[in-house]
């Protein structure tokens, strides 16, 4: 019987923006006739957003979706402070550790493929979506780090805020929901009435090691200036 509030900034545009709230009833209740998670994921899918539409309007009607703009009038904040355990700080350094070490696989790889030689660059572009794939991913995954271990304290505070009587507004500013999508492409859809789907850190790495690290090999030309330069090898 607890008060559960569901709220999502893109609650009625794809039904995976649905599918987790079950506590709404869409599902396994006598208001929709959808009798799992499952058929109605399938259904809401078949009918397009037709059906998203026809679907936020009879959640409307029954109380149960509204959208409300929030005023910040009068807000006022204070920083909650995670002390990193020994245990977080060891963790942290050994991913760091791994970073370099792909960091490190990076430069030679670059090197390897004939992106860059001793000389210097000789293929801008690659070597810019490299890096830049490389800093992205270590960004998100530490990122996706640091939150988790701040998670606890940020469990006490709310429990703190419970128990003097105030409520509490989480927000998320990012909800892995690409990372999500990609671990739900990999499952049938009749097995979302019961899943088990691993979103941690370490997938951002896996991704890019199998995706964006560079293994294409580039060959060298000269312009007609004779300035060296590399071009994919097909």
Same mark, same amino acid.
């Given at each position: 019987?607890?008060?559960?509030?569901?709220?999502? /900034?893109?609650?009625?545009?794809?039904?995976?923006? $649905?599918?987790?709230?079950?506590? =709404?009833?869409?599902?396994? #209740?006598?208001?929709?006739?959808?009798?799992?998670?499952?058929?109605?994921?399938?259904? *809401?899918?078949?009918? !397009? +957003?037709?059906?998203?539409? +026809?679907?936020?309007?009879? $959640?409307k009607s029954l109380g149960l979706y509204t959208?409300?703009?929030?005023?910040?009038?009068?807000?006022?904040?204070?920083?909650?402070?995670?002390? =990193?355990?020994?245990?977080?700080?060891? *963790?942290?350094?050994?991913? /760091?550790?791994?970073?370099?070490?792909?960091?490190?696989?990076? &430069?030679?790889?670059?090197?390897? &493929?004939?992106? &860059?030689?001793?000389?210097?660059? =000789?293929?801008?572009n690659a070597k810019s979506a490299a890096r830049?794939?490389?800093? #992205?991913?270590?960004?998100?995954?530490?990122?996706?780090?640091?939150?988790?271990?701040?998670?606890?304290? =940020?469990?006490?505070?709310?429990?703190?805020?419970?128990?003097?009587?105030?409520?509490?507004?989480?927000?998320?500013?990012?909800?892995?929901?690409?990372?999500?999508?990609?671990? $739900?492409?990999?499952?049938?859809?009749?097995?979302? #009435?019961?899943?088990?789907?691993d979103v941690t850190p370490r997938e951002y790495?896996? !991704?890019?090691?199998?995706?964006?690290?560079? &293994?294409? $090999?580039?060959?060298?030309?000269?312009?007609?200036?004779?300035?060296?330069?590399?071009?994919?090898?097909?």
């Amino acid at each position: 019987d607890a008060r559960v509030v569901y709220v999502s /900034a893109t609650g009625a545009t794809a039904v995976e923006n $649905l599918a987790y709230a079950q506590r =709404l009833g869409i599902w396994g #209740s006598e208001d929709f006739p959808f009798a799992n998670r499952a058929e109605f994921v399938a259904a *809401i899918e078949d009918g !397009g +957003v037709a059906a998203m539409e +026809v679907l936020a309007r009879d $959640l409307k009607s029954l109380g149960l979706y509204t959208a409300r703009s929030l005023s910040y009038d009068g807000v006022e904040y204070d920083l909650l402070e995670h002390a =990193l355990t020994e245990e977080q700080i060891r *963790i942290y350094n050994a991913y /760091a550790d791994a970073f370099q070490v792909i960091h490190n696989n990076l &430069t030679a790889a670059l090197e390897a &493929t004939n992106i &860059t030689n001793e000389s210097g660059t =000789l293929n801008r572009n690659a070597k810019s979506a490299a890096r830049s794939a490389f800093e #992205s991913t270590k960004q998100r995954f530490f990122s996706h780090l640091i939150t988790s271990m701040m998670t606890q304290t =940020l469990i006490g505070a709310i429990e703190q805020d419970l128990a003097d009587g105030h409520s509490a507004v989480v927000q998320i500013v990012s909800t892995g929901e690409a990372l999500m999508e990609r671990r $739900l492409a990999e499952i049938p859809t009749e097995e979302w #009435s019961d899943l088990h789907v691993d979103v941690t850190p370490r997938e951002y790495v896996g !991704g890019y090691l199998l995706h964006s690290f560079p &293994t294409q $090999l580039f060959e060298e030309y000269s312009d007609a200036e004779g300035n060296v330069y590399s071009r994919p090898v097909h």
